[in-house]
């Protein structure tokens, strides 16, 4: 898959594609049946906006996002996109007319020849353009415009707000059910106190900056290794947190990858979340910590075998 970064001073080759448009946080169902919808008229590309529209807007509201970049191209990836036009949002971009953005952004800088969005989708100054709207003015400058419904499971509207709360709730199954994948954080292996390594547990330790945190607690996880020497999958036990037994802390992932030996530092690695095991504690000394990360361990070996 190819990212651009921006619609002006593309080749002609990249240009003509049949796109998705949105901002696809999480990729849910519902995403992906608005980019299955571009499918098969002509190179497969997916339309979106880094940063997340909402974090220019509202930058001091607390984090939302459930994939950052890095996770949303991998999974974009996986979904056989060619094409990731990840536009620079900001107040200039946001502030284009509907009829700008369609002609100046769509037509004359992708050059698409098809766009498909949810029927929801709002676009241009103030969110005053309509699927309506884009449809007439494809129409205008050369591309056709498909809407695609919003999607329901048993009577449920799949939303990116409903994954938020069953995540928050400690549910990750559900969440899973709605986004036809495990919720994944993904990023580099930093340096980290090394206390794991020191108790007979090394961790993989991730930032977890700027996204909607799950329920904090020990998980048990899929690790995937993806870059380096010891690229793979591994199962796992991972803790998302703040340590309570050592002080304040920002919050942080720390992933125990099961029978792995070597170094991950300044590797990328996707953590899929599958089941919740319980919350952080503090416990009446480290034996006690290290005696409740073997039952951890033990339960999360059970769970991924199964």
């Known amino acids: 898959m190819r990212i651009y970064h921006h619609w002006q001073g593309l080749q002609a080759c990249d240009r003509g594609a049949s796109v998705a448009m949105g901002n696809f946080d999480g990729l849910h169902l519902g995403h992906q049946r608005v980019i299955d919808l571009a499918r098969g008229r002509g190179p497969l590309g997916v339309i979106t906006f880094e940063p997340h529209p909402r974090e220019v807007f509202a930058p001091d509201a607390a984090p939302f996002r459930l994939m950052n970049a890095e996770a949303r191209a991998n999974r974009l990836a996986k979904l056989g996109v060619e094409r990731l036009y990840e536009l620079p949002f900001d107040r200039a971009l946001a502030g284009l007319s509907p009829e700008d953005f369609a002609r100046d952004v769509l037509a004359r ?60 709730e400690g549910r990750p199954r559900d969440a899973a059910t709605m986004l036809g994948h495990w919720h994944r954080i993904e990023g580099e292996v930093l340096h980290g106190d090394k206390r794991g390594r020191d108790l007979g547990f090394p961790t993989a330790n991730m930032s977890v900056n700027g996204l909607h945190l799950p329920r904090l607690g020990v998980y048990a996880v899929k690790v995937d290794v993806l870059s380096g020497p010891q690229k793979g999958t591994y199962s796992g036990a991972a803790s998302l947190g703040v340590r309570p037994m050592f002080g304040e802390n920002r919050p942080n992932l720390e992933s125990h990858l099961f029978d792995f030996a070597g170094e991950l530092y300044g590797e990328h690695l996707s953590v899929a979340f599958v089941d919740y095991l319980r919350p952080e504690m503090v416990f009446d000394g480290l034996p006690a910590l290290v005696a409740q990360m073997d039952r951890d361990c033990a339960r999360a070996r059970e769970i991924l075998t199964t």
Not at 112 to 125: K, P, T, W
Not at 138 to 159: K, N
């Open 109 to 168: 800088g992708l050059g698409v020849s098809h766009v498909v969005v949810g029927a929801d989708f709002r676009f241009g100054r103030g969110r005053s353009g309509t699927v309506a709207d884009l449809s007439a003015l494809g129409q205008r400058f050369g591309f056709a415009v498909t809407a695609a419904d919003l999607l329901t499971v048993e009577g449920l509207e799949i939303s990116s707000t409903a994954i938020r709360v069953a995540l928050s």
